[in-house]
């Protein structure tokens, strides 16, 4: 079981990035998929997430309204689109599933499986 997240860099205030997750070893459909964030000295925040059967998502209000999750279950991948980027976004990224959560939560320890992050940088 693996996950991988990809698509981190460098952008300007108010740019956009997706980021990447693939999953392999297993397949996505099934599982839950959560992704946070973290700054160097912080806790890891959860950002967003999807339920298991994709009836429930969340978004934490730092990112509503800017930030979009979704998932393709075909491609075994999920997605995480960042429009408006803020300073205050920069952090590493990671993303997170875990089988069977049929609501959605934004508690790390919730979630079984973690990619390893993707830095992202939104800088002036």
């Known amino acids: 079981v693996q996950l991988q997240a990809s698509g981190g860099g460098l952008v300007r205030p108010r740019g956009s990035l997706r980021l990447s997750c693939a999953a392999s070893?297993?397949?996505?459909?099934?599982?839950?998929i959560g992704w946070f964030r973290q700054d160097p000295g912080k806790e890891r925040e959860g950002i967003l997430c999807?339920?298991?059967?994709?009836?429930?998502?969340w978004y934490a209000d730092s990112v509503k309204g800017r930030f979009t999750i979704s998932k393709d279950n075909a491609k075994n991948m999920a997605y995480l689109q960042m429009n408006s980027l803020k300073p205050e976004d920069t952090a590493v990224y990671y993303c997170?599933?875990?089988?069977?959560?049929?609501?959605?939560?934004?508690?790390?320890?919730?979630?079984?499986?973690w990619g390893q992050g993707t830095l992202v940088t939104v800088f002036s």
């Open positions: 999807i339920s298991t059967d994709d009836s429930g998502t």
């Open positions: 070893g297993f397949g996505l459909e099934g599982y839950a």
């Open positions: 997170a599933v875990k089988l069977g959560l049929y609501y959605c939560s934004g508690l790390p320890s919730e979630y079984e499986y």
